[in-house]
């Protein structure tokens, strides 16, 4: 009576195990991409990167994606850089069809928290959650930045050993 008891008890414990074991194997299976991407403090306010870019530690970015017909969204999700820049996200589920953005949630540095919005920069950028038969998850998206509140002083020789002209309306906000 004793060693059927045992054996039964041993024989739940396999089964619960390997019903854990399956769940952690199903959810892996509904991951499909992993995307990977940066977000760096601009101090020059080129919206651009240069040599004087800052990895920006701990800024919140967030992905969505919605239906183009009805602009209803099926997925969101979000993560916070790390001490190097970098972020990851897990994304389940096929979104091919869908638009997909990658956009800036908050900055935890108050001297570079400004989320660009004129021009060619922009507060968000697209993605292609497709691998168009491309081997495996991983996503490589586009850096997204926020702006310093004040051009940094170095950002002048920065900008002529680049020898590029800043437009107008850089040199009036520097």
Do not use: W
């Not at 892996?28 to 760096?40: H, Q, R, S, T």
């Not at 507060?123 to 997204?144: A, I, Q």
């Not at 920065?158 to 850089?170: A, N, R, S």
């Amino acid at each position: 009576m004793g060693k059927s008891r045992v054996i039964f008890i041993a024989s739940a414990i396999c089964l619960f195990s390997l019903i854990g074991i399956t769940q952690a194997y199903d959810e892996l299976i509904f991951i499909k991409f992993v995307l990977e991407g940066i977000v760096y403090c601009d101090p020059c306010r080129s919206e651009f990167k240069t040599n004087l870019s800052q990895p920006h530690a701990d800024a919140r970015v967030g992905m969505q994606c919605r239906h183009p017909e009805d602009e209803k969204v099926s997925i969101t999700v979000s993560a916070s850089t790390n001490s190097s820049e970098y972020y990851h996200m897990l994304i389940s589920g096929y979104h091919e069809n869908e638009i997909c953005e990658t956009f800036l949630i908050r900055s935890p540095r108050e001297d570079c928290s400004e989320i660009p919005t004129e021009g060619h920069a922009r507060e968000s950028s697209r993605v292609t959650l497709t691998n168009n038969g491309m081997p495996g998850k991983y996503c490589t998206v586009n850096p997204l930045f926020f702006l310093a509140k004040k051009a940094a002083p170095e950002c002048e020789k920065e900008f002529q050993e680049m020898e590029y002209i800043p437009e107008l309306k850089d040199i009036n906000q520097a």
